[in-house]
């Protein structure tokens, strides 16, 4: 029996497995289905609805950037199997506000004043239950795995989110708003008694008094966590991947729109195909490595992806344009056009890369530092990461208020892809010498 099946079928990670992963399903249908009605449905500019995408990604990473140090401190110096059931009681009430606005803009009933809001607040909130689940998910593994787990727990993990954000992404986009509103609270409900049957993770450390303070907290942290090079290093990478991301997933919907004149489904065909490939990602990279954490293939793997982005830009750059009728394309139109294999092969690419890349620094984050740490260090990760995304959704509104095409800025984040392999390098130069001091 691999070490993969004994982990999915024991009680010890099962549970936190379908709990994280009803969680990420969960943002994700909410969110696409709000940008998507947005998009698709109310907006009728290429502009506003590059701008809308990015707000909501703003939105959705504030929390991170503000609260993760709190969180981090809440899940080393506390049970995390309680907190995980907190949490997950407050996603029932965080979705019962969004379903009530996703079901008042379906009914077109007082959209800007009452439905937008609440749909951004429950946006909003599910940020912060985001953040502090984030750290959880991750510091429970080493406590509760064995140390030649740890590296499949992760892949894991990382696996199970992005089926989650596939499986998110194409109901988002072939159900109705609807539909969408009743689903997201009954998921919430089903990851709440999935929550329950998490096993006890008390604190490995003496609880300290909490800093409520979130600015000096999150400076503290920061600042302690990245004394150690290779924390700091790998916490750097993750960055750059994760703006990169950040650029990409604002992107899929007005680029399907009005690039490519296809319909919401394509563009939830496009972050399906995305999600699929940082799944595939993440479990071929565990079976490179052979369960030893490291960032060998970080390097390689990110330079891939940065070649796979630049042919991407390429095919988009060369897409025919739409001389039919004005009607968007459905999948099944869109699938037999010449260029849309070559155009989903090389966003495949992008993605399998890119979870090859990012799953290894993140089980480097929760095994070279004491488990009494471990979601400090990824609350610090956290904190550094949101502010790249912040920084990503920032600097896509900047380049659209400037004009610069949606493939045009596809290139400008694959030059992204050199320092993050830059980083990675030295990174893997790192963990050498650290083995042969």
């Not at 070649?307 to 988009?316: N, S």
Request: net charge positive; aromatic share 10%; hydrophobic share 55%.
């Amino acid at each position: 029996m691999t070490t993969t099946t004994q982990l999915i079928r024991a009680r010890r990670f099962l549970p936190l497995f379908v709990t994280q992963l009803l969680g990420a399903f969960n943002d994700n249908l909410f969110k696409n289905a709000m940008i998507l009605f947005v998009v698709y449905e109310v907006y009728h500019s290429e502009a506003q609805e590059a701008r809308f995408s990015a707000m909501a990604s703003a939105i959705f990473i504030l929390p991170f950037f503000l609260l993760s140090a709190l969180a981090g401190q809440l899940a080393d110096m506390r049970d995390k199997a309680k907190l995980i059931r907190i949490i997950k009681g407050c996603e029932i009430v965080i979705m019962l506000i969004g379903g009530a606005g996703l079901a008042l803009a379906w009914q077109g009933a007082s959209l800007d004043s009452v439905a937008m809001p609440l749909m951004l607040v429950a946006l909003f909130a599910m940020g912060v239950h985001s953040t502090f689940f984030g750290p959880i998910k991750y510091a429970i593994l080493p406590q509760h795995l064995r140390d030649g787990e740890v590296l499949s727990g992760t892949g894991l993990v990382e696996a199970g989110t992005y089926i989650a954000v596939l499986a998110g992404t194409i109901v988002a986009g072939w159900i109705n708003v609807e539909h969408a509103a009743i689903g997201v609270i009954v998921v919430a409900c089903i990851g709440f008694f999935a929550g329950r049957q998490v096993p006890p993770a008390p604190p490995l450390c003496e609880p300290e008094p909490l800093d409520y303070h979130f600015v000096r907290a999150s400076i503290n942290l920061v600042r302690t966590t990245m004394k150690d090079r290779r924390v700091f290093l790998a916490i750097c990478a993750i960055s750059f991947f994760w703006a990169i991301g950040t650029v990409l997933f604002i992107q899929f919907p007005p680029l399907a729109k009005n690039m490519l004149r296809a319909s919401k489904e394509v563009a939830s065909l496009f972050l399906v195909i995305f999600s699929v490939g940082v799944a595939i990602g993440s479990v071929a990279i565990n079976a490179l490595l052979k369960g030893t954490v490291s960032a060998r293939w970080s390097p390689i793997s990110v330079i891939g992806m940065g070649v796979f982005l630049i042919a991407f830009q390429q095919v988009c750059r060369i897409w025919p344009p739409h001389t039919g009728p004005d009607v968007m394309m459905d999948v099944s139109t869109f699938v037999i056009q010449p260029l849309a294999a070559p155009l989903m092969l090389t966003l495949l690419g992008i993605a399998i890369c890119g979870g090859m890349f990012v799953v290894p620094l993140y089980a480097f984050l929760t095994t070279f530092v004491e488990k009494s740490q471990t979601a400090r260090t990824i609350a610090a990760n956290n904190i550094v990461n949101s502010g790249a995304m912040v920084v990503g959704s920032l600097a896509t509104g900047v380049m659209t208020l400037m004009g610069v095409a949606v493939a045009q800025q596809l290139l400008i984040v694959a030059l992204g892809c050199g320092a993050s392999a830059w980083l990675g390098h030295l990174l893997f130069r790192a963990e050498k010498a650290a083995l042969a001091a």
